[in-house]
C-alpha cells in the first residue's frame, strides 16, 4: 500500500515563492505510478493542481498555474516536489498529494483519477 506524507507548507506572504515536498512508501519503485498534486480552499472542491509521471518526468498542469508551479522528483528519494512561485492568496489551501499506478496524458483530472492520498499540508499566503 502507497503512503504519501506532505511536508512544507506554511504561511508566506504575496509574491513569495514556497516549494512543498511529498514522501512516498510502500513500493520499491514508483516507475509505474502517476503522482499529482491536488489542493482545497475551505468550502470548495479538491482541485487539480499538476501531475507527474514518474518514469519520464513528463508533467501536465491546469492552466490556473501553468508557469508559476512546478512539479518535479527525486526518483532516488522517492519524494515529489511542488515548487510554487509569485504566490497569492486565491493560492492558499491544504495541498495534498496524492497517487495511482498509471500514466497521465493529460492535465484534465480529478480526484476520482487518483486513489492513494496524503493528509495535506496547509499554505497560506497573506497578501
Known amino acids: 500500500q502507497v503512503q504519501l506524507k506532505e511536508s512544507g507548507g506554511g504561511l508566506v506572504q504575496s509574491g513569495e515563492s514556497l516549494r512543498l515536498s511529498c514522501a512516498a512508501s510502500g513500493e520499491r519503485s514508483f516507475n509505474m505510478y502517476g503522482m499529482a498534486w491536488f489542493r482545497q480552499a475551505p468550502g470548495q472542491e479538491r482541485e487539480f493542481v499538476g501531475v507527474?509521471?514518474?518514469?519520464?518526468?513528463?508533467?501536465y498542469y491546469p492552466d490556473s498555474v501553468k508557469g508559476r508551479f512546478t512539479i518535479s522528483r527525486d526518483s532516488a528519494k522517492n519524494i515529489m516536489y511542488l515548487q510554487m512561485k509569485n504566490l497569492v492568496a486565491a493560492d492558499s489551501a491544504v495541498y495534498f498529494c496524492?497517487?495511482?499506478?498509471?500514466?497521465?496524458?493529460?492535465?484534465?483530472?480529478?480526484?476520482?483519477?487518483?486513489?492513494?492520498w496524503g493528509q495535506g499540508t496547509q499554505v497560506t499566503v497573506s497578501s
Open positions: 496524492t497517487a495511482k499506478r498509471a500514466t497521465f496524458y493529460t492535465s484534465n483530472l480529478s480526484t476520482d483519477d487518483f486513489n492513494s
Open positions: 507527474i509521471n514518474w518514469m519520464t518526468g513528463y508533467t
